[in-house]
């Protein structure tokens, strides 16, 4: 008899740098900075941490104090990744606007161990191909003491 394990996967949502909680895909509100349920993934152990940017634009506004900006004066999403990168003990996922090699590459060396893709894939499938060829698969643990 197999016992499939139950895995913890938060998926957030960043949108011009903020995290946001979504209704519909319509409405957003913000709840806060890239970095601020990290605390509370680490201690629970997740097994993975998605941030998919579903911002429609390149500005970042992660200036709100009111919102314990951690990452106050980052200006791009790949400043926010190596910040996140930074603080994150477990597997980082980034995705969202990933259009080229180029980009997948980018996010990679800015500390994100993957990378998810939706829309180019499914406009040109020859990109995960293409993609899978040019990266290292597998990501490296990020916990202390190597769990």
Known sequence: MSVVKTRLIPCLLLKNGLIVRSEKFTYHQIIGDPTTQLERYNAWR??????????RDESY???RSDAKIA??????LLEIIEVVAKVCFMPLTFGGRIRSLEEIRERLAHGADKVTINTIAVQRPD???DGSGRHRVGARSRTP???
């Open 71 to 76: 990452t106050q004066g980052s200006r791009t």
């Open 46 to 55: 997740v097994d993975e941490l998605i941030y998919l940017d579903i911002s």
């Open 127 to 129: 990109f995960i191909t």
């Open 145 to 147: 003491g190597g769990r």
């Open 61 to 63: 506004d992660v200036r």
